[in-house]
């Protein structure tokens, strides 16, 4: 099947809260909604690079009631009826299972392409290509197709690839296994080996090849799916939708398809890994943004202060966000600091991962004004 043959659908799953980047990120305006590397917010990042792949009509979004109208605020360009908001959090296998559901009416052959929306690309001509090459692939058959990113660190934080070796050069990676966040000994070892790469969380498949896939691994969810798909576009979707997507099963695509495809073998398995160099980075926290931006213009302190103005003695690698206010930073290091109208967060850039606890505590405490 030739490129021009294949219909592109770029899926954007929005849903997620950015807890990470409290207090910026809030139920309202999440982190993909925020211009966090440029003038564009991380999700109009996400559609302009894709854009020139797909037309603006084959794009959808699945997100939630908070951040609906604010992405289709954003993305003036999108067909408002492809925004969709889930009534209640479900992980992204009910919500990619969704869009393929939708498609198999539509565009069986269509090729389906998952794309979180708070991530960043360095070189997006690159990035292009390795999709369309993937792309290609996800329409030959029965084929899914994962991104996966070259690792330069032992990290925790990302799940990782285990991927085999072609049986020709040009072939993409046969896929042997999926590791979910493994301890800092085992990434280590996986870094290592050579052979394991980094979950960009970016797949392409067919929207047959993930309806049967769903299907066969969520057989009660699937059922669920399909009748709400069948009501799109009807006066009967939103009450459908709401009263059978809570009873889908909460899981993530990587568990539900992924895993137990991988698990019969590399051999057996139609499941590729296509290595990916194009500058990703997926901003998990304040310090990754901090790294970014330090890789970007490389300050000789190692400090990003955005302020009204600044003074850094004997301080290094800090990241603070103090908009209208003079900073002065004086004898600290790999300190992070981000001031709101209404709160104030103050850690290091070691336990930033941690600052999603703050989010749970006050959700605990119902304070609804400080998420």
Same mark, same amino acid.
Not at 100 to 128: C, K, T
Not at 160 to 170: C, D, M, N, S, V
Not at 203 to 230: C, D, G, M, V
């Given at each position: 099947?030739?490129?021009?043959?294949?219909?592109?659908?770029?899926?954007?799953?929005?849903?997620?809260?950015?807890?990470?980047?409290?207090?910026?990120?809030?139920?309202?305006?999440?982190?993909?909604?925020?211009?966090?590397?440029?003038?564009?917010?991380?999700?109009?990042?996400?559609?302009?690079?894709?854009?020139?792949?797909?037309?603006?009509?084959?794009?959808?979004?699945?997100?939630?009631?908070?951040?609906?109208?604010?992405?289709?605020?954003? $993305? $003036? *360009?999108?067909?408002?009826?492809?925004?969709?908001?889930?009534?209640?959090?479900?992980?992204?296998?009910?919500?990619?299972? $969704?869009?393929?559901?939708?498609?198999?009416?539509?565009?069986?052959?269509?090729?389906?392409?998952?794309?979180?929306?708070?991530?960043?690309?360095?070189?997006?001509?690159?990035?292009?290509?390795?999709?369309?090459?993937?792309?290609?692939?996800?329409?030959?058959?029965?084929?899914?197709?994962? $991104?996966?990113?070259?690792?330069?660190?032992?990290?925790?934080?990302?799940?990782?690839?285990?991927?085999?070796?072609?049986?020709?050069?040009?072939?993409?990676?046969?896929?042997?296994?999926?590791?979910?966040?493994?301890?800092?000994?085992?990434?280590?070892?996986?870094?290592?080996?050579?052979?394991?790469?980094?979950?960009?969380?970016?797949?392409?498949?067919?929207?047959?090849?993930?309806?049967?896939?769903?299907?066969?691994?969520?057989?009660?969810?699937?059922?669920?799916?399909?009748?709400?798909?069948?009501?799109?576009?009807?006066?009967?979707?939103?009450?459908?939708?709401?009263?059978?997507?809570?009873?889908?099963?909460? /899981?993530?695509?990587?568990?539900?398809?992924?895993?137990?495809?991988?698990?019969?073998?590399?051999?057996?398995?139609? /499941?590729?890994?296509?290595?990916?160099?194009?500058?990703?980075?997926?901003?998990?926290?304040?310090?990754?943004?901090?790294?970014?931006?330090?890789?970007?213009?490389?300050?000789?302190?190692?400090?990003?202060?955005?302020?009204?103005?600044?003074?850094?003695?004997?301080?290094?690698?800090?990241?603070?966000?103090?908009?209208?206010?003079?900073?002065?930073?004086?004898?600290?290091?790999?300190? /992070?600091?981000?001031?709101?109208?209404?709160?104030?967060?103050?850690?290091? *850039?070691?336990?930033?991962?941690?600052?999603?606890?703050?989010?749970?505590?006050?959700?605990?405490?119902?304070?609804?004004?400080? /998420?």
């Amino acid at each position: 099947m030739t490129q021009e043959k294949i219909s592109f659908y770029p899926v954007i799953l929005a849903g997620g809260r950015g807890t990470r980047f409290w207090p910026l990120s809030r139920k309202r305006r999440a982190k993909q909604l925020l211009a966090l590397d440029g003038k564009q917010t991380m999700i109009q990042q996400t559609v302009t690079r894709l854009l020139p792949l797909a037309a603006a009509s084959r794009f959808w979004v699945i997100t939630n009631d908070d951040l609906q109208a604010e992405i289709g605020r954003q $993305l $003036l *360009r999108l067909n408002k009826q492809h925004i969709i908001a889930e009534p209640v959090g479900r992980n992204t296998a009910p919500a990619i299972g $969704l869009a393929a559901f939708l498609l198999l009416r539509q565009d069986p052959n269509g090729v389906i392409g998952m794309f979180p929306s708070d991530h960043v690309i360095g070189d997006e001509s690159h990035f292009r290509q390795v999709l369309k090459h993937g792309i290609d692939i996800a329409a030959a058959g029965e084929n899914i197709v994962v $991104l996966g990113v070259q690792p330069t660190r032992p990290e925790t934080g990302y799940g990782y690839i285990e991927a085999g070796y072609p049986a020709r050069e040009t072939d993409p990676l046969p896929v042997r296994r999926f590791t979910e966040k493994p301890d800092v000994q085992r990434a280590a070892e996986f870094l290592n080996a050579g052979n394991y790469y980094w979950n960009s969380g970016i797949f392409l498949w067919s929207a047959r090849t993930l309806a049967h896939a769903l299907q066969e691994h969520l057989p009660k969810t699937a059922p669920l799916l399909e009748q709400i798909a069948a009501t799109v576009g009807t006066r009967k979707f939103e009450t459908t939708f709401r009263r059978l997507y809570p009873k889908c099963e909460n /899981i993530s695509v990587d568990y539900a398809v992924l895993e137990p495809r991988s698990a019969k073998g590399e051999h057996h398995s139609n /499941i590729f890994c296509l290595p990916a160099n194009f500058g990703w980075n997926d901003l998990g926290s304040w310090t990754a943004l901090h790294e970014h931006h330090v890789a970007k213009s490389n300050p000789a302190d190692g400090n990003l202060i955005s302020a009204a103005g600044s003074f850094a003695l004997n301080a290094e690698g800090n990241y603070v966000y103090a908009p209208g206010k003079f900073v002065a930073a004086v004898g600290v290091s790999d300190v /992070i600091v981000v001031e709101t109208a209404d709160a104030l967060l103050i850690t290091t *850039r070691r336990n930033a991962q941690d600052v999603g606890k703050v989010v749970k505590h006050l959700d605990e405490k119902k304070l609804n004004k400080l /998420i």
